[in-house]
Structure formats: structure tokens, C-alpha cells
């Protein structure tokens, strides 16, 4: 059963425009919400990261939304550049135990110039 | 430093066949993990070390052994191999915090 439900599975935006992925969970109990980024034949990497404490977390052009009644989360990436281009996983885990990590399915993101 | 290192990068088994994929930190971190990618499932936690000594299962633990004898290595060892662990695997290891490191990835195909 997938703990993290990602959408969409892909997505092409146009050079400027704005990238919006959404992550939904179930389990209340999870603390923390990363997002991933991958790019082909590398490793995830941690993009940014939120806890449930702020509605909000901004990094450059990338922003994390966070809305804990509706146990849902999106990644929002201002001004996409084909740079951008990439996988992109939600997470989410829990600061009791072993604070394991559990994946969305991924978005793949395509910028075209 | 090299972070998280993993090898082999590609490997074909035949089915039934067992092998090691090897897993290697330099940054001291007690945690390390295993994953495997498949397209459309995202990523899948396989088994988990918090700490030389102690493994534990992760959602999809069938099929695959490990052990922890050192900080540095955590190995993940296919015992009998099925076309159904065909996939890309990916060790990773953190701290006591939550940013988790991700090594290259070990493109496995199993015919």
C-alpha cells in the first residue's frame, strides 16, 4: 500500500512557467516531507524539505506548500528553467523508530525552451 | 570524500544465480538503507541498518539478505535470483538527522 500518493506521473511545462506537483498522505503521525530531486542515471538528491509546523517553505524558485488538515503537500517550482528538467519524489517519514523514508511514485518533469 | 558508493554500476544475473551489491559511506553515518526503483512504484525501502549490528526489514525485504558488520558497508546479497528483481537499487545513508545521501544507483537485470 503506497503511503505517499504522487501526482501527476508526468508533466511538460513551457520555459517560465510555473511546475506544481502534489503529494497526498494518510498516516498523521509523519513529521517530515522532503522532495527529491533525480536525474537520469544519478541518485535521488534532497531538494528541499518541510515540517508540518510552517504552511510554507521557500527556497529559490522552489516552494514547498503544506496544508496539514487536508494531509496534502506540493512542490511548486517558480520561472522553470529546461534545467529543471528531472524526477521528482515526495516523501514523507516520522521522528519515532527508525525515521524510514517512504516514497511517492515520482513526476517526471520535462521544460521545453 | 566520496559520500555513497555503490558497485557494481550494472550487473546481469541469470535466474537463480546470487550475488552481492555493495555499499560504501565515509561520512560516519549510523543509518543506511536500501532501495529499489521501478518504474511507476517510485522508490521501495528493502532493509535498514540504524547502527553496526542491527538490521531490519523494510517494505519489500523477500528475496534479499543483509548485514551490517562495520559503519562503512552495508551489503545487500540476492540470494536466489528472480526476473522480478530486475530493477535499479540504491543505497543510502544519513545521520541522526533527515537528510538522507543517495548513491549512484546498481542497474540490475535478471533474465
Known amino acids: 500500500q503506497q503511503q505517499v500518493k504522487q501526482s501527476p506521473q508526468s508533466l511538460i511545462v513551457q520555459k517560465g512557467g510555473i511546475s506544481i506537483i502534489n503529494c497526498a498522505y494518510e498516516n498523521t503521525a509523519f513529521d517530515y516531507f522532503p522532495w527529491y530531486q533525480q536525474f537520469p542515471g544519478k541518485g535521488p538528491a534532497l531538494l528541499i524539505a518541510i515540517r508540518p509546523d510552517v504552511s510554507e517553505k521557500k527556497e529559490g524558485r522552489f516552494t514547498i506548500s503544506f496544508n496539514k488538515s487536508a494531509k496534502q503537500f506540493s512542490l511548486h517550482i517558480m520561472d522553470s528553467q529546461p534545467g529543471d528538467s528531472a524526477t521528482y519524489f515526495c516523501?514523507?517519514?516520522?521522528?519515532?523508530?527508525?525515521?524510514?523514508?517512504?516514497f511517492g511514485t515520482g513526476t517526471r518533469l520535462t521544460v521545453i525552451p | 570524500n566520496a559520500g555513497v558508493t555503490q558497485t557494481p554500476k550494472f550487473q546481469v544475473l541469470k535466474t537463480g544465480q546470487s550475488m552481492t551489491l555493495q555499499c560504501a559511506q565515509d561520512m560516519n553515518h549510523e543509518y543506511m538503507s536500501w532501495y529499489r526503483q521501478d518504474p511507476g512504484m517510485g522508490l521501495r525501502l528493502i532493509h535498514y541498518?540504524?547502527?553496526?549490528?542491527?538490521?531490519d526489514q523494510g517494505e519489500v525485504p523477500n528475496g534479499y539478505n543483509v548485514s551490517r558488520s562495520t559503519t562503512e558497508d552495508f551489503p545487500l546479497r540476492l540470494l536466489s535470483a528472480a526476473p522480478s528483481q530486475t530493477s535499479v537499487y540504491f543505497c543510502?545513508?544519513?545521520?541522526?538527522?533527515?537528510?538522507?545521501?543517495f548513491g549512484p544507483g546498481t542497474r540490475l537485470t535478471v533474465t
Open positions: 543510502a545513508s544519513r545521520t541522526d538527522v533527515y537528510e538522507q545521501y
Open positions: 516523501a514523507a517519514s516520522k521522528q519515532t523508530g527508525a525515521n524510514n523514508l517512504f
Open positions: 541498518s540504524v547502527g553496526a549490528g542491527i538490521t
